[in-house]
């Protein structure tokens, strides 16, 4: 006996490319040296390769490209942080450079995924620079006008950055990924910003 149904079902679905190769380009960027390309066989037969042996350091010198910027380089760093728990480390990578425009640009990831409200990793990263800045300038003495040191809101004016971890088990606070909750994170970011800094 043979089953034949009385209609067949298609789905079709539309890749629209820009989207598509916008992502790509972002993971590339997070991935230093990886190689990705992408090739559109449909008539208009586009296709680009994406490569940033610079990293995230490379995007961020892309999200500044037209703004002022305030120093040459993108301070960068990457190190590995030991969990307490001893299970595998999680990898901190961080590029910043601040620019002459008011508005803060800061893109967080973990394992690749764009945390588009932040997180634990975000939250390490502005304590860090906030302490780092006022211990700096205590000890050189820039704060003879500032009585009680610097505050986030003070340093965050024109700052571009891009933190991503690579975490082996991290919790989040939906299934959209958009916050990064796991609590450790915050303590290993900030640990090596102050260090790296």
Not at 14 to 28: G, K, T
Not at 164 to 175: E, G, M, R, W
Request: glycine share 8%.
């Amino acid at each position: 006996m043979t089953f034949k149904p009385d209609h067949e079902i298609f789905t079709v679905m539309e890749i629209q490319y820009d989207i598509l190769a916008s992502r790509l380009r972002e993971l590339a960027f997070l991935n230093a040296g990886f190689v990705i390309t992408l090739t559109d066989e449909r008539a208009e037969g586009r296709s680009e390769t994406f490569e940033y042996q610079g990293g995230i350091s490379e995007f961020v010198e892309l999200l500044n490209k037209t703004k002022e910027p305030v120093h040459d380089k993108v301070v960068t760093f990457v190190a590995e942080q030991a969990q307490e728990d001893g299970g595998a480390a999680v990898i901190v990578e961080v590029a910043l450079q601040w620019n002459s425009t008011y508005a803060e640009q800061i893109f967080c990831y973990t394992n690749n995924i764009h945390n588009k409200d932040g997180g634990t990793h975000l939250t390490g990263f502005r304590a860090a620079l906030t302490r780092v800045f006022n211990t700096y300038g205590q000890a050189q003495n820039l704060f003879k006008e500032v009585k009680s040191g610097l505050t986030g809101e003070d340093i965050r004016e024109g700052r571009t950055g891009v933190v991503s971890v690579k975490h082996p088990d991290p919790s989040f606070d939906s299934q959209t990924k958009s916050k990064l909750v796991s609590s450790e994170v915050k303590g290993m970011v900030e640990n090596v910003m102050v260090d790296k800094l």
